[in-house]
């Protein structure tokens, strides 16, 4: 309680993100992960040797781990917030 026998407002800045912020961060991962994966398939017909391996390693294993990373839902953190009671200005003036 603050010095007026209420109970504090809860901060923005504690609040967890929301969940459509949460879901366009994870397809915008899942997006640039899939970019890579297409550019290094794209790699893989125009460079020879270790690079190509590697390119072709990259393209077959990255639509996992994408699709890994964009089912990944962030931790909702639980007890953190307290319910906020709206008040009358009104009534707090006429009590005074």
Do not use: E
């Not at 970019?35 to 290094?40: K, Q, S």
């Amino acid at each position: 309680m603050n010095r007026h026998g209420t109970q504090p407002v809860q901060s923005v800045t504690t609040a967890p993100t929301s969940a459509d912020d949460d879901l366009n961060a994870r397809i915008k991962q899942y997006l640039v992960t899939m970019g890579i994966r297409t550019a290094c398939f794209v790699a893989a017909f125009f460079t020879q040797g270790w690079v190509r391996w590697t390119c072709v390693a990259l393209a077959v294993v990255l639509p996992y781990i994408a699709v890994l990373f964009a089912n990944a839902h962030a931790p909702r953190r639980a007890g953190r917030l307290t319910k906020a009671v709206p008040r009358n200005p009104h009534q707090q003036q006429l009590g005074r």
